[in-house]
């Protein structure tokens, strides 16, 4: 099946302890994108990565940290958390061309005490 | 970033009933895209609109590319119980090597018994 899959589905964790949300797709999508869900303020991008080691800022960038070592996989990294980081967060994919269908995978509760 | 403004931001209605929402920005989009999510999962992709003017439908939905660019319209006829959940816009300002796509605040549905 065709799918995006986070793990994991939920997470409670400390602030200032490191942590890593995985995302891989196994649709050869070339680009994926990490995006932020909060009450009141919709979807925020944070990350995206157009291809392999080709990665830029969304729209809220600031404490969050990604990589594009393989295709398939598009962690998020946050080395140091902060409650002001507490969210709902969805990885999504999508092949390259004018089709704007991302697949979003079914998304990571994060809370940070 | 930038944000698109939704409206309205909820809406209480009856099963059979037709259903309005519209999207602002701003700014000009290239693209624009509508959302649906349903409880506990991600966003999916229901309409793409990639030129001014432009109206698709995708069975019950109707979207609409405002002449200006910077807005948009959805419309679903004769809802039904599985039309809950909250729909969402979304615009692109480039077609192409600009992965930035901003989200709107988002339209919660819900049907009345």
């Known amino acids: 099946e065709a799918q995006v899959t986070q793990n994991p589905r939920y997470l409670i964790t400390v602030t200032g302890k490191k942590l890593t949300v995985t995302c891989s797709q196994n649709m050869n999508h070339e680009y994926m994108s990490w995006y932020r869900q909060d009450p009141g303020l919709g979807l925020r991008q944070i990350y995206y990565?157009?291809?392999?080691?080709?990665?830029d800022k969304g729209d809220v960038p600031e404490g969050y940290k990604v990589s594009r070592k393989e295709k398939r996989n598009f962690p998020l990294i946050l080395e140091s958390p902060s409650p002001n980081q507490t969210s709902l967060y969805f990885c999504a994919s999508r092949r390259s061309g004018q089709t704007y269908g991302y697949t979003f995978g079914s998304g990571t509760r994060l809370t940070v005490v | 970033g930038q944000q698109l403004n939704q409206s309205p931001q909820s809406m209480f209605i009856q099963e059979g009933e037709d259903v309005s929402m519209n999207c602002t920005s701003s700014?000009?989009?290239?693209?624009w895209l509508w959302y649906k999510q349903d409880p506990g999962e991600g966003p999916v992709l229901l309409i793409a609109l990639y030129k001014a003017g432009e109206l698709t439908s995708n069975g019950r939905l109707t979207a609409q590319f405002g002449i200006t660019r910077k807005d948009s319209f959805l419309n679903i006829s004769a809802s039904i119980p599985s039309d809950v959940g909250i729909y969402f816009c979304?615009?692109?300002?480039?077609?192409?090597?600009?992965?930035?796509?901003?989200f709107g605040t988002g339209t919660r549905l819900t049907i009345i018994p």
């Open positions: 990565s157009m291809n392999v080691e080709v990665t």
């Open positions: 979304a615009g692109q300002l480039d077609n192409f090597g600009n992965e930035k796509l901003t």
């Open positions: 700014s000009i989009f290239n693209t």
